[in-house]
Nanobody, 123 residues
Framework: QVQLRDSGGGLVQAGGSLRLSCAAS????????MGWFRQAPGKEREFVAA????????YYADSVKGRFTISRDNPKNTVYLQMNSLKPEDTADYYC????????????????WGQGTQVTVSS
């Protein structure tokens, strides 16, 4: 019903910046809260950031607070993750996701997922 396409990943040096985008298509709705998760090789998927459907509430993992900013443009059906001051430990595949309920940091609460975009941060 809803398809998510995330993009914007790449290779950057430590201290650099990237902006990830997630475009929704299909039966889109402004009632979806959106989130970003990441998964590094050999590790479990972890919560990064989330935003409520109107954008009034945002949530961040402690590891990215002060460096990452999540935002959304509902008329464009797009959510963004601005990543600044990147560190090598940020290297992972990043996934956007959509939910209509549940906890913002629980990946099981998200109904739709993007295909993932790879972020690599070199030292």
């Amino acid at each position: 019903q809803v398809q998510l396409r995330d993009s914007g990943g790449g290779l950057v040096q430590a201290g650099g910046s990237l902006r990830l985008s997630c475009a929704a298509s299909g039966r889109t709705s402004s009632s979806y809260a959106m989130g970003w998760f990441r998964q590094a090789p050999g590790k479990e998927r972890e919560f990064v950031a989330a935003i409520s459907w109107l954008g009034g509430n945002t949530y961040y993992a402690d590891s990215v607070k002060g460096r990452f900013t999540i935002s959304r443009d509902n008329p464009k059906n797009t959510v963004y993750l601005q990543m600044n001051s990147l560190k090598p430990e940020d290297t992972a595949d990043y996934y956007c996701a959509a939910r209509k309920g549940g906890s913002h940091d629980n990946d099981r609460a998200y109904e739709y997922w993007g295909q993932g975009t790879q972020v690599t941060v070199s030292s």
